[in-house]
Nanobody
Framework: VQLQASGGGLVQAGGSLRLSCAAS?????MGWFRQAAGKEREFVAA????????RYADSVKGRFTISIDNAENTVYLEMNSLKLEDTAVYYC????????????????????WGQGTEFTVSS
């Protein structure tokens, strides 16, 4: 499975942006992680294709929404009320199996990764 992410750029604080990630095949879980300069990659959001629940990091809860277009094998990350600390390279990821909510935040549970798309939030 190949993942192609897009949607990065420059946005002002308080603004909105949508990232998308198209998968070349079917997966079971799709998610987003991010990595800011000098920091480790961290979980942002994930969604299991078989249910309608988004799981979110506390830092983005209420501001970000993850959605999936099953027909297009595409996952979206709608980001609102952006903050300076949201600046990072965002990676989409996909897993072929789902082992429970507690595993979604673990990047090692994901089988495929996109190339990363970067955006910067400016003041």
């Amino acid at each position: 499975v190949q993942l192609q992410a897009s949607g990065g750029g420059l946005v002002q604080a308080g603004g909105s942006l949508r990232l998308s990630c198209a998968a070349s095949g079917r997966t079971y879980v799709m998610g987003w992680f991010r990595q800011a300069a000098g920091k480790e990659r961290e979980f942002v959001a994930a969604r299991v294709l078989s249910d309608a629940l988004g799981r979110y990091a506390d830092s983005v809860k209420g501001r970000f929404t993850i959605s999936i277009d099953n027909a297009e094998n595409t996952v979206y990350l709608e980001m609102n009320s952006l903050k300076l600390e949201d600046t990072a390279v965002y990676y989409c990821a996909a897993a072929l199996n789902f082992y429970g909510d507690h595993t979604l935040r673990d990047l090692h549970q994901y089988d495929y990764w996109g190339q990363g798309t970067e955006f910067t939030v400016s003041s």
